[in-house]
């Protein structure tokens, strides 16, 4: 059965960030996750590949036409989610808009921050993955290989990364509206990802009053510290210090909420209804939705965020359209590609053929030699037979069948028998 291209999934457009939490998956998951996949499916499911972002998670696969129908149900059962209630936020794309979706991704066209550049690390770490789990096969090597030429053909040949507003600024502006100036304001950081080190970069030009980072791993701690002469602090301090703070950025791959309602509500005590800004850049989500609901805190989830980076994404539309006249010939590329591979088969067994009837006729013809038939004779029998077997096939198909397959088969023989002057 013939194998297509999937990509299932939901991201920030398509789903809330109380349903893409549910079926986010950190790194260390990805490779179980891809292993329960081709054991559900079996023989159906040839390749895979899982991309989870805090802004989308999404499956790719090399597999027959029929699983398309059963993904979404695997998603949702692997995930412990009902299915109805993921059913609305998940989209499915096959062959060349499968193709397309995943150019589209990598060239940060499909992304909360238009142009955004972090996706195609991602992406790389989630093909890394795939392979490492054994589960990248040609089909998706090649996707991939081509969808990082096309991302990188779209960032050096058009505009649409251009004055990005990254997620990280939109966090500093937010703060800004609560408390203006930064300078006085004291900072923490949970967590020493890459999201956390762009966070602080933007907001250490700010010249704020202090920052600390605080994270599972001190030592990683320290070293992201040192490169914005900050402090750290272990997470077990959170529930003793979390009032010193004024903004509060947070991102870690922990499955469960770091701060909860009842610990920012004795930081708000404490600080006696000066405000705090909360932002949480997780998925899952590190600090408690409830948390919104306290006067003087303000929570800003990565939703949050992109409602204010897309304000500024007006004077990069134009680009949008080269970009996409970009992919769309990448795609048709990438689609001939395919079906060429898919001839192979084909072209193999109509050489085999060719090449047993070209065996079986010399051997006859050298047995005629052999018992001192004339070479002329031989040589015209050989040729007559050679003839009639290359045009048998084609002559029974018009004599033999359908009106519509005549026609078809009588406009390809130009094309399959060229005359003596095509040939030259």
């Not at 408390?179 to 966070?199: H, N, P, S, T, V």
Request: with cysteine; net charge negative.
């Amino acid at each position: 059965m013939a194998v297509n291209v999937l990509a299932l999934g939901l991201n920030h457009v398509s789903a809330p960030v109380s349903v893409r939490e549910r079926v986010s998956l950190p790194v260390d998951l990805v490779q179980p996750a891809l292993t329960a996949l081709r054991s559900e499916f079996g023989g159906a499911i040839q390749e895979a590949a899982i991309l989870s972002t805090c802004n989308r998670t999404e499956l790719y696969c090399a597999a027959e036409p029929q699983v398309a129908e059963q993904l979404p149900a695997w998603l949702a059962e692997y995930n412990q989610i009902e299915a109805g209630l993921l059913k609305p936020h998940v989209y499915l794309h096959g062959r060349d808009d499968a193709v397309r979706h995943a150019f589209r991704v990598a060239s940060g066209l499909d992304s909360m921050v238009l142009g955004e550049t972090q996706i195609l690390g991602q992406l790389k770490e989630a093909v890394r993955a795939a392979d490492q789990a054994g589960s990248l096969g040609t089909l998706l090597h090649q996707l991939f290989q081509r969808t990082f030429s096309v991302a990188k053909e779209v960032r050096s040949t058009t505009a649409i990364g251009a004055q990005s507003v990254s997620l990280a600024a939109a966090a500093v502006r937010l703060s800004e509206r609560v408390f203006g100036d930064l300078r006085d304001a004291k900072l923490l950081f949970i967590g020493a990802g890459e999201m956390i080190e762009l966070c602080a970069t933007h907001f250490a030009a700010q010249q704020p009053a202090a920052i600390v980072v605080a994270n599972r791993t001190i030592e990683r701690a320290e070293q992201l510290a040192g490169q914005f002469s900050a402090s750290t602090m272990r997470l077990g301090d959170l529930p003793d210090r979390l009032a010193e703070f004024d903004v509060v950025v947070s991102c870690t791959a922990s499955a469960l909420p770091i701060l909860g309602l009842g610990m920012v509500e004795r930081a708000v005590r404490q600080r006696r209804r000066k405000p705090i800004v909360m932002v949480d850049l997780a998925v899952p989500r590190d600090i408690e939705p409830e948390v919104a609901r306290l006067d003087d805190v303000y929570l800003y989830s990565v939703d949050d965020l992109g409602v204010v980076v897309q304000t500024g994404a007006d004077s990069r539309r134009t680009a949008v359209v080269q970009a996409e006249a970009i992919i769309d010939t990448r795609v048709s590329n990438f689609m001939h590609w395919m079906q060429a591979r898919a001839n192979v088969p084909v072209i193999r067994d109509l050489q085999a053929t060719a090449q047993a009837v070209q065996a079986q006729e010399l051997e006859r013809a050298t047995r005629l030699l052999a018992k001192g038939e004339s070479p002329e004779v031989v040589m015209e029998q050989l040729a007559r037979a050679l003839t009639q077997k290359y045009l048998h096939g084609t002559l029974t198909a018009l004599n033999q069948g359908e009106q519509r397959e005549r026609e078809q088969l009588l406009a390809l023989i130009p094309r399959i028998f060229p005359s003596g002057n095509e040939r030259r």
